[in-house]
C-alpha cells in the first residue's frame, strides 16, 4: 500500500455513542472524508455514507488508502484489528487498545511486518496541560516524593459496556488505561504496581485503587464511582512543592487549572485546550508512522499490566 501523507478516506467501525457524539463530529470538523460505517445494525445509515455490517464487506468495496477508526468495546478489538492489519489498513483504535500482552505484541508486530500505522486513540495526550505534566515527570523523577490520580465518574453510562464481568467491559479497563498510560509515557515502570479495594475485594462499580513504588516514586491511582466528577493529577515534592492539574484525562476543549504549590506561593494559571480529538485526526501519517516503535512499546505495557490487574481482581 502506498502513502504519502494522509488518507482519502475514515471508515467508523462500531456506532455507538462515543462515535456519534464526538468521532464522527471530530472527523467533520478536520474535514477529513468519511466514507464508510461498520455497524452490526442494518438499519443504522447516515445520508451520504456507505454502510456495511461487516468489516469484511468494508476492506472490499472502500480504498486501500482508507482510515479504518474502530470504535467498539475493548473485547473485540483484537479480532477486528487483526482482520485490518493483515489487510493492509491503517487503523486507530480506541483505548484500551488491547487486553493482554499476547495480543498487543502480535498485532503491533503485524503493524510493523505490514507498514500499516496502529494508533491506540488516547486523545487526552493531545493537551497542552497534559504534555507539561509529562515533561515535569520527565525532567524531575530525582525530586518527585509521590504522584496521586483521582479519576471518578457519578455513574456509568446505561447500555453501555462497563457493566460485564470480565476485563474488557470493567472500568478497571476503560478508566485505568489512562493514567497507565500517562505513567509509560512519562517512563516509569508498572511491574510494582497493583490493586487495592476498599472491601477487600473487586467489586465492579465501587472504588479501587492502583497502588505501589515506581521509579522510587510512591503512586496512587483512584479510580471507580462517586458522586462527583473528579479528574486530577497531583506531582508533590520532596521539598512538599506541588503541581496539580484537573480535569486532566479529558479530550473535549475548554479550560485546564495548572495550580503550582512553591513553598508558601500558589500560581494558578488556566490553560485552554482545543479539541483533542480534532487535534489527533488532524496528525498526518508521516509523524504517526516515526513515533509508532514508542507507542507500542506503551501499548504493550499497559496491556500487561491490565492484564495482570484483572487476574487480581478476578475478572476473566
Not at 471508515?11 to 474535514?31: E, T
Request: proline letters at 3%.
Amino acid at each position: 500500500m502506498k502513502h504519502n501523507w494522509s488518507w482519502d478516506s475514515v471508515c467508523v467501525v462500531g456506532i455507538g455513542g462515543h462515535a456519534k457524539d464526538k468521532l464522527l463530529p471530530a472527523l467533520n470538523a478536520v474535514d477529513l472524508n468519511i466514507s464508510g460505517l461498520v455497524s452490526r445494525n442494518p438499519n443504522y445509515k447516515i445520508k451520504g455514507l456507505e454502510s456495511f455490517l461487516t468489516i469484511s464487506e468494508a476492506i472490499l468495496k472502500l480504498p486501500k488508502t482508507t482510515l479504518f477508526i474502530v470504535s467498539s468495546p475493548p473485547n473485540i478489538h483484537y479480532s477486528q484489528v487483526k482482520e485490518l492489519i493483515e489487510a493492509g489498513r491503517d487503523v486507530f483504535v480506541e483505548k484500551p487498545a488491547f487486553l493482554s500482552l499476547h495480543e498487543s505484541n502480535e498485532l503491533t508486530n503485524l503493524a510493523l511486518k505490514r507498514g500499516v500505522i496502529l494508533v491506540e486513540m488516547l486523545m487526552y495526550l493531545e493537551n497542552r496541560s497534559v504534555q507539561q505534566v509529562i515533561s515535569e515527570l520527565k525532567r524531575n523523577q530525582n525530586s518527585i516524593k509521590n504522584i496521586k490520580c483521582e479519576f471518578l465518574i457519578p455513574s456509568i453510562p446505561k447500555g453501555t459496556f462497563r457493566t460485564g464481568l470480565n476485563l474488557g467491559d470493567s472500568l478497571l479497563s476503560d478508566m485505568s488505561c489512562y493514567p497507565l498510560s500517562l505513567l509509560t509515557v512519562a517512563g516509569f515502570d508498572l511491574s510494582n504496581l497493583s490493586l487495592v479495594f476498599e472491601n477487600n475485594n473487586f467489586q465492579e462499580g465501587e472504588t479501587f485503587y492502583i497502588e505501589g513504588k515506581s521509579n522510587g516514586i510512591k503512586i496512587q491511582i483512584k479510580v471507580g464511582l462517586s458522586k462527583d466528577y473528579i479528574n486530577s493529577f497531583i506531582i508533590r515534592y520532596h521539598n512538599n512543592n506541588e503541581i496539580c492539574c484537573e480535569p486532566f484525562f479529558y479530550a473535549r476543549d475548554g479550560s485546564r487549572n495548572l495550580t503550582k504549590i512553591n513553598g508558601s506561593k500558589v500560581i494558578q494559571d488556566q490553560i485552554y485546550e482545543t479539541n483533542s480529538y480534532e487535534l489527533m485526526f488532524k496528525r498526518k501519517r508521516p509523524k504517526w508512522l516515526a513515533s509508532q516503535k514508542k507507542r507500542f512499546d506503551s501499548i504493550a505495557l499497559v496491556s500487561e499490566t491490565l492484564e495482570r490487574l484483572g487476574i487480581q481482581a478476578g475478572l476473566n
